[in-house]
C-alpha cells in the first residue's frame, strides 16, 4: 500500500469497507481535471440504510455509479473514474452520461468480455465513451480481482443454503474467473479457506500483511 498514491489507495480502502458490509468487493473514487478526488463511492448492495444520496439495498448500487452520482452536472471536465474492477455494462454506461473521460481498473473483470464493443454498435453512445483502461498495482490488481469473488462467493452460498465450497464448482462468475484469471480464484480460495468473510475485524492493512505472501506467490494478474 505505501508505493500506491492516495486516490487508489481510497479505493482500496471503499472496496475492503464493502466487502467488510457484506457488499460486493468494489470501491471507487473520481478525480477532477488537477487530480484530486472530487467524489467517492462503494458497492451498498447490502446496505439497506444508504448515505443521502447513495444507492444501497439493491442490485445496482454498484460503486461507480454511487461515485458518480455524486457529481454535480457542472463538475469541470477531463474527469478520471478510478475503480478496483473494470466496469460492468451499467457502469460504462454510467461513465457515458457523467461525461468520463477515462476509466481505470485495478482489476480486469472477464465477466463483461466484449463491452469495449458497445461504442461500435451505437454512434450515440460512442460520442462520449470512456476509454477503459487496466492499471497495474502488482499484486493488488489480484487482490482487487480475487475479493469481489469472496464477497460473491459468500452471498451466492447464503441465498442458497449450501457452504461456500459449493459455489465454487457452479457459480458462473467464478467459473468466468477460473477460465480468463485463475490467479484470482487461487487467491479467492485461499481466502475462503482462512476464514475471510463480511464482518470481520481485520483492518485492510492487517489483511494484505496477512496474505500478502499469497499475493506475491500469485504476482500481477
Known sequence: MA??????????GLAWEAFVEGSIAVGAVVLGPDGAIVAEGRNRSADPDPPAGQLGGAYVA???????????????????????LEPCVLCRAACRFAHVAEARHAAADPVWDGMEKMGELNAFYARREAAVVPVDLGPLSTWCGALPLVSIVHRVAGRRG??????????????????????????????????????????LERALDRWGPVLGAVGTP
Not at 508505493?3 to 482500496?12: F, G, I, K
Not at 465450497?165 to 468466468?176: I, R
Open 62 to 84: 454498484h460503486a461507480e455509479v454511487n461515485a458518480l452520482g455524486r457529481l454535480p452536472r457542472a463538475t469541470p471536465e477531463p474527469i478520471t473514474l478510478l475503480t478496483t
Open 162 to 203: 449450501v457452504p461456500w465450497t459449493a459455489v465454487l464448482g457452479d457459480d458462473p462468475v467464478v467459473a468466468g474467473n477460473r477460465v480468463a484469471r485463475p490467479g484470482y480464484v487461487a487467491v479467492a480460495e485461499v481466502l475462503l479457506g482462512d476464514g475471510l468473510a463480511p464482518g470481520t475485524d481485520l483492518t
Open 3 to 12: 508505493d500506491v498514491d492516495e486516490p487508489w489507495r481510497r479505493a482500496l
